[in-house]
């Protein structure tokens, strides 16, 4: 049995890494847009430092996919789920509600976060798995942050 390096991936970890690159890009695509229309620039610049993140991850991620001689997928499993996330926050933005806008986007985060724990144990033992756990450990920062603005925000 050979054992995984980064340059030489198994196809089970080539397929995680494509599922993470695609929720992050789409959680990038939706914090992008909630920076550019909340008005709260506290929360704007929030918003954009966690598309900064996770456009990061997925750059990240993708660099590996390449290294194995892949090209990066359009589409993830996670998208779905994901993207009706989003579309719950953009009823918010337009309802100009701080609190729907953050529960909402803690609810988009919970998808991501657990798209990361899945990954992290399908692939666990990876050559992967330091990137995996310092980006997931960023993922669930952005969360617990966003919950607590949210629970804040409520009374």
């Known amino acids: 049995m050979q054992l995984e390096?980064?340059?030489?991936?198994?196809?089970?970890?080539?397929?995680?890494?494509?599922?993470?690159?695609?929720?992050?890009?789409?959680?990038?695509?939706?914090?992008?847009?909630a920076a550019e229309r909340v008005s709260e620039e506290s929360l704007a610049r929030l918003f954009q430092?966690?598309?900064?993140?996770?456009?990061?991850?997925?750059?990240d991620l993708g660099r590996y996919v390449v290294i194995n001689g892949e090209s990066i997928q359009a589409e993830g499993s996670y998208l779905e789920s994901?993207?009706?996330?989003?579309?719950?926050?953009?009823?918010?933005?337009?309802?100009?509600?701080?609190?729907?806008?953050?529960?909402?986007?803690?609810?988009?985060?919970?998808?991501?976060k657990h798209?990361?724990?899945?990954?992290?144990?399908?692939?666990?033992g990876s050559a992967m798995n330091d990137v995996l756990n310092s980006q997931y450990g960023n993922v669930k920062a952005?969360?617990?942050r966003i919950r607590d603005l949210r629970d804040r925000c409520k009374g």
């Not at 798209?115 to 666990?124: I, N, Q």
């Open 49 to 59: 430092r966690l598309a900064d993140d996770r456009a990061g991850n997925a750059a």
């Open 115 to 124: 798209a990361y724990e899945d990954v992290l144990k399908r692939t666990a």
């Open 142 to 144: 952005g969360h617990d």
């Open 82 to 112: 994901l993207h009706r996330a989003w579309i719950a926050i953009r009823s918010a933005l337009t309802a100009n509600d701080s609190h729907a806008l953050l529960r909402e986007a803690e609810r988009g985060e919970d998808h991501i």
């Open 5 to 33: 390096t980064k340059n030489d991936l198994d196809q089970a970890t080539i397929e995680a890494l494509q599922e993470l690159i695609q929720i992050n890009r789409e959680s990038e695509r939706g914090f992008r847009e």
